[in-house]
C-alpha cells in the first residue's frame, strides 16, 4: 500500500513561488501515473499536472509555463514548482498516484476519483 504526505503550502503574495512536495511511503510502483490536482472552494477538483514513470508530463492549460512537475525517484518524493502564482490559484493541492491510469489521456485531470492513492492535500493561498 503507497501513502502519500502533501506539504509546502502557505501564503504567498502573487506573483511569487511555492514548491509543494508529495513524500510516498510504503510499496512502491514501478510504473505509474502521479498527478497534482487542486480544488477551490465552491469548485470541482481539477488536475494541474501530471508526471508518468517515462518522465512524461501533462499540464492544465492555465498552469502552462509557470509550474513544473517533477519526480525524485531516489527520494520517493514528487515536486510541483509554482512560480508567477496568481490569486486564482487558491486552492486545497493534492497529489495522486496510480500503477495503472494512463497520463496520456486526455480525460487525466478529471480522474481524481480513479487514482488508487490520494493524499490529503496542502493549502495554498496566493494574495494580491
Known amino acids: 500500500q503507497v501513502q502519500l504526505v502533501e506539504s509546502g503550502g502557505g501564503s504567498v503574495q502573487a506573483g511569487g513561488s511555492l514548491r509543494l512536495s508529495c513524500a510516498a511511503s510504503?510499496?512502491?510502483?514501478?510504473?505509474?501515473?502521479m498527478a497534482w490536482f487542486r480544488q477551490a472552494p465552491g469548485k470541482e477538483r481539477e488536475g494541474v499536472a501530471a508526471?508518468?514513470?517515462?518522465?512524461?508530463?501533462r499540464y492544465t492549460d492555465s498552469v502552462k509555463g509557470r509550474f513544473t512537475i517533477s519526480i525524485d525517484n531516489a527520494k520517493n518524493t514528487l515536486y510541483l514548482q509554482m512560480n508567477s502564482l496568481k490569486p486564482e490559484d487558491t486552492a486545497m493541492y493534492y497529489c495522486?498516484?496510480?500503477?495503472?491510469?494512463?497520463?496520456?489521456?486526455?480525460?487525466?485531470?478529471?480522474?481524481?476519483?480513479?487514482?488508487?492513492?490520494r493524499g490529503q492535500g496542502t493549502q495554498v493561498t496566493v494574495f494580491s
Open positions: 508526471i508518468n514513470s517515462d518522465g512524461n508530463t
Open positions: 495522486a498516484a496510480d500503477p495503472l491510469l494512463r497520463c496520456s489521456l486526455s480525460s487525466w485531470s478529471r480522474l481524481w476519483n480513479y487514482f488508487a492513492t
Open positions: 510504503g510499496s512502491k510502483y514501478s510504473r505509474y501515473c
